[in-house]
Each structure stands twice: as C-alpha cells, then as structure tokens.
C-alpha cells in the first residue's frame, strides 16, 4: 500500500497593533494562521523566528516574520508552502495645542530703558509635550524708553515642533510686551522783569524762566503760541500778557502737563531831577525912572526834563524907581511839576 504525501498551503498572518503615543511602551505577539486542509495543525511545522514587536515612540515596528522562519515536520505533506503577512505595532503621532504667552511689562516714563525678555507656555493639551520638543528661531525681547509699546514681535510661525512623537502641533501666540506709560508733569512759567528809571527810551524785556516738577521735563518741552516780551517809555508798567493756555506739552512721554503762569513785566520808574531856576536881575543907578526886570534861567539836571515839564504860578517880574533892591519873590512852591516820568 503506498500512501503519497499531500501539498499543503499555510497562510500566516501576523498580529498587528495601531495606538496613539502615549509615551509608555506597547507590543504586539503572536500571529494567525489558517490551513488550505484539516489535516494539518499547529503541531506540524515549527517556527523560528519573534513573533513580538515592541514600540514607544510614533512610527512602526515590524516583527520580521518570514516565510523561511516557518518548517514543515509532518512526512505526511511534501511541498507545504507558507504565505506569510508580517506583523507589526504602530503608534501614531498625536496632535497638540500649545498656547504660548509673551512676558509683559508696565512701567511709568521714567528716561530709562526698560526690557522684558521670555514667555511661559501658558497651557499644554498634553503633558507628554515639553519646551525640549520645538525650537523657537524669533526673538523674545521687546525694550523700550519713551512712551508707547514695543512688542516682541511672537508669531505661531517662529516655533516649530521638532519630535516626530507629535503630529499636528498648534502654537497659539500671545505676543510679549513692554509698555511705558506716560506721566503728568506741573510747570511754572515766570516771565522775566526789568525795573528801569526813565530816560525817553524805550526799555525792553522777554523770556521767562521754567521750573518743573520732575527733571525730565525741560523747558524745550513746552511750545508758546505768541511773544514774552514787554516793551514800555514811560513811567508805568507794561506785562507780557503771558497766560497758561499759550503753552503747549510737545513731549509725548507726558499725558497732562498742568501750567502755571507769573507774568512778565517791564517797570519804568520816576527819574530824580534837580531844577535850578536862577531869577534875572539888574543893577543900575537912580535916574527917577522906573526900572524892571522880568524872567529866570533854568538849568536841568537830567536833560530829558525840559520847560513842557512843569508850571510856573508866579510872577518873575521885579520893579522899581527908587534906590534899593526889589526881589521877584520866586519860590520853589511856584514851580509844579506836571510830568509823571519825573
């Protein structure tokens, strides 16, 4: 009796395993396998090679399975033929949301620079995502001296995720920032002043001097829409005429800047003068006629007064016949001055 030995065809497939990263270690074993005849079993062949594929990081890990890992131990089958389907463990890349958030600072003006450097990262979807896995090729340092705001510049764009464990990696940005507010300021103009004795010519004063209540503040910083300057002649006083809404802020690191005003002034004070007044006279010998003699000669110390400057309410005429002396009987009390610049 000759029993011939039958073909037999094994197909083999092995176990496969899709998870996300989780950071923690999976694997996957064994494999199936289905004969083309009932007649032939696990206990027929033998296998040599892993059935196990073990994976941490996103990617995949084969388990090598090949058809000559597999042999045929039953005489019963001649030309067994085994088909095999490797198998693997996969972990897929997870996506991630990474909200990112620029350092700020606030400070008052001051003329310092001020400088914020950094940013937090704020939230992250995932715990298994940290600062070592993205680059960031911006910068993350905004300065600032004067009033205003200078921002870092962040963007979603200037970090890039650089581990493969992760898909879809979403930088949500809030950009950093120094801001430098502005402050108030109190300012007090004082016009300039001359005081001058009158002379006929015309006396002229300007400007005005500035003191503020922070040396930041300087007098540069204020505009005057007109003219600080007082003119006058005569005996009197002439103001400037300066008020607190001619000056304007021109500097933008100052919110309110409150003015306060003392006005200039030019001061023409009286002149002293001394007014000789000498009555004329004159001598001459009894001839039995009547002799007179009228007027006085002046002389002026400042020689802006003159004659227009005073009254005169006697009478410089001094008569007579007969030997002897008659005098005017002028008197300083006749003599009134009408000129208030003197």
Same mark, same amino acid.
């Given at each position: 009796?000759? =029993? ?6 094994? &197909?083999?497939?092995?176990? #496969?395993?899709?998870? %996300? ?20 079993? =696990? ?26 890992? /597999? ?8 030309? +067994? ?16 949301? +990474? ?33 070592? %896995?993205?680059?960031? *090729?911006? @910068? ?18 200037? /970090? ?10 979403? /930088? ?23 005081? %001058?004795?009158?002379? &006929?010519?015309?006396?002229? @004063? ?28 005569? +005996? ?11 000056? *304007? ?9 409150? @003015? ?8 023409? #004070? ?12 004159? #001598?001459? &010998? ?57």
């Amino acid at each position: 009796l000759t =029993v011939n030995p039958i073909d037999v065809t094994v &197909t083999m497939t092995g176990h #496969t395993s899709t998870v %996300d990263y989780d950071g923690e270690e999976h694997m996957i074993a064994g494999y199936d396998f289905v004969f083309n005849t009932p007649l032939y079993t =696990v206990n027929d062949f033998t296998f040599s090679g892993v059935d196990t594929a073990k994976r941490t990081d996103a990617g995949t890990t084969n388990m090598h399975l090949a058809t000559e890992q /597999f042999a045929n131990t039953n005489s019963n089958f001649a030309n +067994v033929t085994f088909n095999v389907t490797d198998g693997w463990q996969k972990i897929n890349p997870i996506d991630v949301t +990474v909200k990112v958030k620029g350092h700020t600072l606030i400070a008052n003006y001051d003329g310092l620079e001020h400088q914020i450097t950094g940013y937090d990262l704020e939230e992250i979807s995932t715990p298994l995502y940290t600062a070592n %896995d993205f680059t960031f *090729s911006g @910068v993350d340092t905004a300065k600032r001296t004067d009033a205003g705001t200078t921002n870092m510049g962040l963007a979603a764009e200037q /970090f890039e995720n650089t581990n493969d464990n992760f898909g879809m990696v979403t /930088f949500n940005v809030t950009d950093g920032k120094v801001t430098i507010n502005k402050i108030n300021a109190e300012v007090t103009i004082t016009g300039n002043h001359h005081v %001058d004795v009158y002379d &006929t010519i015309e006396h002229a @004063v300007n400007g005005y001097a500035v003191e503020t209540s922070t040396p930041l503040y300087h007098a540069l910083d204020l505009a005057l829409d007109g003219t600080a300057e007082a003119k006058r002649t005569i +005996v009197g006083t002439t103001y400037m005429g300066l008020t607190a809404d001619m000056f *304007s802020n021109t500097n933008p690191n100052f919110e309110t800047v409150a @003015v306060t005003v003392i006005d200039g002034y030019q001061i023409i #004070t009286p002149a002293e003068v001394t007014v000789t007044v000498t009555g004329k006279y004159n #001598t001459t &010998t009894y001839d039995g006629a009547e002799h007179s003699v009228s007027g006085y000669d002046v002389v002026y110390s400042n020689n802006a007064y003159t004659a227009n400057d005073y009254t005169f309410n006697g009478t410089a005429t001094a008569v007579r016949t007969n030997a002897g002396t008659t005098n005017m009987g002028l008197d300083v009390d006749q003599f009134v001055n009408t000129n208030d610049n003197f």
